[in-house]
């Protein structure tokens, strides 16, 4: 085999490799789905007779928030997107009513408007109503 055959093959492997594209094709990036944020409510209610209500409630936002409130219902709320989240929220009052009427505390913490937990407490005197948990998505 002379050189100009041997250089005509050497030009047609080129050209043929010319033409062709080797390289991978671009990964189509996955869509990740936005992450919505949940609405956490804590919601206190009752007839204590008037008597001051010391409300402590707990999120990965806040953290520990203590407070009284003068009258019910109270309801606050804050907006979450974690995968898990602990929650909490306590009342507690030296509840005095009317002659035949029971005192009662009730709590609750709704997630995006149904009921996570719910505690009650009835009585006369210090009453003390809690309830607490672990949101997870």
């Not at 062709?20 to 956490?40: F, K, L, N, Q, S």
């Amino acid at each position: 085999m002379g050189i100009r055959p041997a250089l005509a093959v050497v030009a047609v492997v080129v050209c043929t490799a010319c033409g062709h594209d080797h390289t991978a094709p671009p990964i189509a990036a996955t869509p990740t789905a936005p992450t919505t944020a949940d609405t956490i409510e804590y919601r206190v209610s009752g007839n204590v007779g008037g008597a001051p209500v010391l409300i402590k409630y707990t999120n990965s936002i806040d953290g520990l928030t203590v407070l009284p409130a003068d009258g019910l219902p109270y309801v606050a709320s804050v907006r979450s997107s974690d995968d898990a989240v602990f929650l909490f929220l306590e009342a507690s009052a030296n509840a005095v009513t009317a002659v035949g009427v029971t005192p009662l505390l009730q709590v609750s913490i709704v997630i995006n408007g149904r009921v996570f937990r719910d505690a009650y407490a009835t009585g006369f005197g210090p009453i003390v109503a809690t309830a607490s948990g672990t949101w997870r998505r």
